[in-house]
C-alpha cells in the first residue's frame, strides 16, 4: 500500500527537511513530487539516493495526488491548498494560514491525534507554530494529571525559524562583526548577531506580537480552551533549536518536579535530563537534528500554590514543521485514508 506525495515549497529550509523524514520513516510512497515556484523550475531536490526534478505549483495538477506537504509561505498556501483539497488530496500546511480556521483541525500528533477526524470538511490540516509545538507537546502529559490554569513562556527561538536567509544575515551580521566592518539588517528589524530581538513577526494592536499571539490561540485550540497563556516570544543568534522556559500554574492541584519527570518519561516524543545527569540540562546546539522535545531544568516554583517550572528545547525544522507534519501524515494514513493498491 503507497501513496503518492506532493511536497509544496520543496525548495526551502523546511521542504528539504519533510523529503529528508520521508525517506528516513519509510513513509509508504508511490511517487514523491517536489513542487516551487517557477523561478525553482527545473532544480534538483534530493529524496534518499533520486534526485527530483522541481515543477510548477502553478500549473501543477493535484489530481491523483494523496498527500500534499505544504510549506510555501501564508499567501501561496492560501490559494493552492484548498484548489489541493478541491481534487481529492489531503493537504497538511505548515503555514499560518489555516490554523484558526474553525473547520481546519491543528494537531500535534501526541497532543489531539483525536481531532484529525475533522479534516475532511477541507481535506486540510493545519500544523501549528513551532514554538507552540514543543510547548504542548511537554504540557499535554502534566495536564492530563492535573489541570492547567495558566502557562507563563519565555521563548529563544533560533533564526532559522525565519528561512535561510535569516540564517544567511546572522551569519553574515557574524563575519562582518569579526572584520569591523559596517552590521546591516535586511531581514531582522535591528542587528541579530551578538544581541536577541524581543520582536517575532508583527506587533499588534494590543502590544503583543504575532508570534506571541499565535503561541496563545494555538494553545488554547489545541490542548484546552481554558488555559490561560502569557507568551514572550524572542529572537536570538542560534541557527537551530527552540528554547523555552515554561512556568505552569495547575488548578487545584501540585506536580512534584519528580512527578512531572515520570509522567515526561512516559510520554511519547519525549525526553527528559535529570539535573543529576552528565548532561544536567540541553541546550539547542545538543539537541539539532533530534527528533523528541527535550526537557530539563525541572523545579517547583514557589511564587503560586500549585506551580512548576522547567526549560524545554526543540528542534524547530524538525519537529516544529517538517517532522511533525509527516507524523500528522503517518497518523492519517493509519486510521483516516486508503492507500492505492
Known amino acids: 500500500m503507497s501513496y503518492k506525495v506532493a511536497v509544496v515549497g520543496a525548495t526551502g529550509n523546511v521542504g528539504h527537511e519533510m523529503l529528508n523524514i520521508l525517506h528516513e520513516r519509510n513513509f509508504p510512497v508511490s511517487e514523491v513530487v517536489a513542487l516551487a515556484s517557477s523561478r525553482s523550475v527545473g532544480k534538483e531536490v534530493s529524496f534518499g539516493d533520486q534526485d527530483l526534478k522541481v515543477q510548477d505549483l502553478a500549473t501543477y495538477d493535484f489530481t491523483g495526488t494523496d498527500i500534499v506537504l505544504s510549506s510555501p509561505g501564508a499567501a501561496i498556501s492560501a490559494e493552492f491548498a ?47 507554530n513551532c514554538s507552540t509545538i514543543q510547548m504542548v507537546v511537554a504540557l499535554k502529559p502534566l495536564h492530563d494529571v492535573a489541570k492547567i490554569k495558566r502557562v507563563v513562556v519565555s521563548t529563544y527561538q533560533s533564526v532559522s525559524g525565519g528561512g535561510k536567509s535569516a540564517m544567511d544575515e546572522l551569519f553574515n551580521q557574524s563575519r562582518h562583526f569579526f572584520m569591523h566592518d559596517k552590521v546591516e539588517n535586511e531581514v531582522f528589524p535591528k542587528q541579530i548577531s551578538f544581541n536577541v530581538i524581543p520582536q517575532i513577526d508583527k506587533f ?67 525526553t527528559v535530563i535529570d539535573v543529576d545527569s552528565d548532561m544536567e540540562y540541553v541546550t539547542p546546539a545538543e539537541i539539532a537534528g533530534e527528533d523528541d522535545v527535550f526537557v530539563s531544568r525541572v523545579r517547583k516554583d514557589d511564587s503560586v500554590e500549585h506551580g512548576l517550572n522547567f526549560w524545554c528545547v526543540s528542534d524547530n525544522i524538525r519537529k516544529g514543521a517538517a517532522l511533525n507534519s509527516i507524523q500528522i501524515a503517518e497518523t492519517l494514513i493509519k486510521s483516516h485514508m486508503k492507500a492505492a493498491a
Open 204 to 270: 499588534l494592536d494590543d502590544g503583543q506580537t504575532k508570534e506571541e499571539w499565535k503561541m496563545v490561540v494555538e494553545t488554547q485550540k489545541i490542548l484546552d480552551p481554558n488555559i490561560k497563556v502569557c507568551a514572550n516570544c524572542v529572537r536570538v543568534p542560534v541557527f537551530i533549536g527552540h528554547s523555552e522556559m515554561i512556568s505552569v500554574e495547575f488548578e487545584d492541584k501540585s506536580i512534584s518536579p519528580l512527578e512531572a519527570m515520570r509522567l515526561w518519561r512516559e510520554a511519547e516524543g519525549v
Open 82 to 128: 484548498p484548489k489541493a483539497g478541491a481534487a481529492g488530496a489531503v493537504v497538511i500546511d505548515n503555514t499560518s494560514h489555516f490554523r484558526m480556521d474553525p473547520d481546519v483541525p491543528l494537531i500535534v500528533p501526541e497532543v489531539n491525534p483525536e481531532d484529525m477526524a475533522l479534516h475532511t470538511k477541507k481535506n486540510i490540516i493545519a500544523n501549528p
